[in-house]
Nanobody, 124 residues
Framework: QLQVMESGGGLVQPGGFLRLSCAATAGRMDYASISWFRQVPGKEREGVSCISHTGTYTEFADSVKGRFTISRDNAQKSVYLEMGSLKSEDTGVYYC?????????????????WGQGTQVTVSS
């Protein structure tokens, strides 16, 4: 059974950069589409970006297009979310999630396997 875990969160100033990692701690990740979601207290968990199991298809929320990139290294059993030009509104707990099927999407109901989350705080 696939299990995933996030890392790389922290405190960063506006305009800064962070790289989040989603690693498989058990099972195989190479068959799974991986998505990143984020959540702040009192709000719904929202999709940020996703990548298909082959790495050939990606999606981004409008709010992060042009600032975030997503990639995967199946040999390393990891998916990376590189976040640039960070804004205060990017603050939240970031979760990675795994799902199985064609391509990927940013609907949280589609994903069966979730990590515990990593906190990202963008503040001066």
């Amino acid at each position: 059974q696939l299990q995933v875990m996030e890392s790389g969160g922290g405190l960063v100033q506006p305009g800064g950069f962070l790289r989040l990692s989603c690693a498989a701690t058990a099972g195989r990740m190479d068959y799974a589409s991986i998505s990143w979601f984020r959540q702040v207290p009192g709000k719904e968990r929202e999709g940020v970006s996703c990548i298909s199991h082959t790495g050939t298809y990606t999606e981004f929320a409008d709010s992060v297009k042009g600032r975030f990139t997503i990639s995967r290294d199946n040999a390393q059993k990891s998916v990376y979310l590189e976040m640039g030009s960070l804004k205060s509104e990017d603050t939240g707990v970031y979760y990675c999630a795994a799902g199985f099927g064609r391509d990927c999407n940013l609907h949280k109901w589609w994903y069966d396997i979730w990590g515990q989350g990593t906190q990202v705080t963008v503040s001066s």
